[in-house]
């Protein structure tokens, strides 16, 4: 299982910083001061209102104002500024526009940022006209909140188009596209923007750098990880926390724990509970749950409470190792030793360890008794545990819960096939895809990358666009015919269609993008002889590549790494870490 836990380590945008300054003082002072000297100097009553601003007195602010005989720009970008958290900063906007007084690039700035936080898409889309009619949207502080607040509201080729309109871009604004890109999962772009940012001269910031690993630790891109860490190096960036933090969560994520410790042990006297999370979460996704154990007594004997996300990792690392009496008891002692209530995540670590052991009934009791409605995770991980253990009928009723999420989600529909053709129920198969074509729901197709030389290669199934595909294909079929001299059988439930022939089932199962991927890395030499190969597949890896991928390992003698949708594998000497249950 891997952890969705992405509210855990977050990468901040610029737009979210305020400026690091030593904290102010009592602002009452400061006015008391200027109620002494009797003065109505526009300059010092701004200042005052953005020290109330600071103090978080935003009353104060608001009642200074009033006094204020002929507000400029800057008393009202002050105003607006103290109350941005509120949607009465829009409400400001608007008597400052009746006055008339227009806004500056500082003020909607401010403004997009409120926007993005509060939210209000729609008043954020007139501002964004307005900006487009004073001429300021090209402005780097304002172009740079724009893009902030697209990203925010899931419309990053909408914020790539504020981007690409802003002539002078500096360091805030590609932080800004970099980080925004890499929140919406669009890493490849984001690594794009990065690299387009160097080549241009222009400065790093932390958030660049750290938006950048997210990028490259969602792809598990593990050259450009150790890229963008060498960057940070050179520029001094890598001894911020935040890039730290953001190194120990990329390398954990590219399945190389060893370097994320590493980093981690450089930082450990500064990191927060969010860097040791990561840390946690990088042994998890491995399954490693005696590292994830001896991490505890370090952190509370450093005074680090562990929290939701410490409790997360612990659940997934068990799961993932099959202990599911161990899951049962770190539940508990989530509860009633450190007070803290289990999420809807913590169960579901339980409902998959159960169905993984085999414990259907009593998984499905936890999923329909639990303080929550159970999501789509939950049924989907009962619904496969279900397939992987035979149980059509279970899976039958599974499916259909899951479906009620989402009609069109092709996974149910697909894990419950596979279920039926294992059990040599063609029929029902048969019945599952009619279903599916009724409903146009369509496979999501499997796709498999690997970097090589600092670049990633994307492989879809019976893939032939590669520039290399017929040294790919030769490569792939001396390797077939390696493993089948040691013993390998095809597993031919996985192919659903059962009338056609031996030969077209073998074909159907031989060039899966992952197989295709291993193919390529050896042609190409991707990496050095004897050091592992690193794939990542977008889907769950099937029972055939899965055990095609043990028997590899033992004809290449290197380990093939393969992240899929639900966790690591390492394959090596014939065996895979995950001992058969994923």
Request: proline share 4%; hydrophobic share 40%; net charge neutral.
């Amino acid at each position: 299982m891997m952890m969705r836990w992405s509210s855990s380590l977050t990468t901040s945008s610029p737009a979210d910083a305020s400026p690091s300054s030593p904290p102010a003082a009592d602002p009452r002072r400061a006015h008391a001061q200027a109620i002494k000297t009797a003065t109505t100097d526009r300059y010092v009553f701004n200042n005052l209102i953005t020290l109330y601003s600071k103090s978080n007195l935003p009353t104060e602010a608001l009642r200074l104002f009033h006094h204020i005989a002929a507000p400029n720009v800057v008393s009202w970008t002050a105003l607006i500024s103290a109350f941005s958290n509120t949607f009465l900063c829009l409400h400001h906007l608007v008597s400052m526009l009746r006055r008339p007084t227009l806004p500056n690039h500082r003020t909607l700035a401010t403004l997009f940022k409120s926007c993005a936080s509060l939210p209000s898409f729609s008043f954020g889309l007139q501002l964004h006209t307005l900006s487009i009619k004073l001429s300021l949207s090209s402005e780097p502080f304002t172009g740079s909140a724009l893009v902030n607040f697209y990203c925010k509201n899931r419309l990053p080729d909408e914020a790539r188009k504020a981007f690409d309109r802003i002539p002078h871009r500096d360091e805030v604004c590609y932080s800004s596209i970099i980080v925004g890109l890499a929140q919406n999962s669009r890493s490849i772009e984001a690594l794009s923007y990065f690299a387009n940012m160097r080549t241009s001269g222009i400065a790093s910031t932390m958030y660049g750098v750290s938006g950048a690993l997210r990028a490259a630790a969602e792809l598990a891109a593990l050259e450009q990880c150790r890229i963008i860490h060498g960057h940070g190096f050179v520029t001094g960036l890598d001894l911020d926390l935040i890039v730290a933090t953001a190194l120990v969560d990329g390398y954990g994520k590219c399945g190389l724990v060893s370097e994320a410790r590493w980093v981690f042990e450089e930082h450990m006297a500064e990191m927060n509970i969010i860097g040791w999370n990561a840390l946690m979460a990088s042994y998890a996704q491995q399954g490693d749950h005696d590292s994830v154990m001896e991490l505890l007594p370090s952190m509370e004997a450093r005074g680090i409470a562990l929290d939701e996300y410490s409790f997360l990792a612990i659940l997934t690392a068990f799961y993932n190792a099959g202990l599911v009496r161990e899951t049962e008891l770190w539940l508990t002692k989530m509860r009633f030793d450190y007070g803290l209530e289990p999420s809807l995540e913590h169960y579901t670590c339980l409902v998959g360890a159960m169905g993984r052991a085999g414990r259907l009934e009593d998984a499905e009791r936890i999923a329909m008794t639990m303080p929550f409605e159970p999501d789509a995770a939950v049924w989907r991980a009962l619904l496969s545990t279900c397939a992987r253990h035979g149980n059509v009928e279970m899976a039958r009723k599974m499916a259909k819960r899951l479906l009620k999420f989402d009609p069109r989600d092709d996974s149910a529909y697909v894990i419950v096939a596979n279920a039926f053709a294992v059990a040599g129920k063609w029929d029902e198969v048969k019945e599952i895809w009619k279903t599916m074509k009724d409903g146009r729901v369509r496979k999501e197709g499997g796709r498999s990358w690997i970097e090589a030389q600092g670049t990633v290669h994307v492989f879809l199934a019976g893939d032939q666009r590669h520039e290399r595909t017929a040294e790919i294909y030769a490569k792939l079929e001396e390797l077939m015919e390696e493993i089948g001299k040691l013993g390998y059988v095809p597993c031919w439930e996985e192919v659903l269609h059962h009338e056609v022939g031996e030969s077209e089932k073998r074909e159907a199962l031989m060039y899966h993008s992952e197989k295709l991927a291993v193919a390529f890395g050896l042609v190409s030499g991707a990496v050095p002889p004897g050091k592992a190969l690193r794939i990542v597949k977008n889907l769950r890896i099937c029972r055939d590549c899965h055990e095609a991928f043990k028997y590899f390992s033992r004809v290449v003698e290197r380990e093939i790494i393969v992240r899929d949708v639900n966790r690591y594998h390492s394959f090596l000497d014939g065996s895979c870490n995950c001992r058969d249950c994923w």
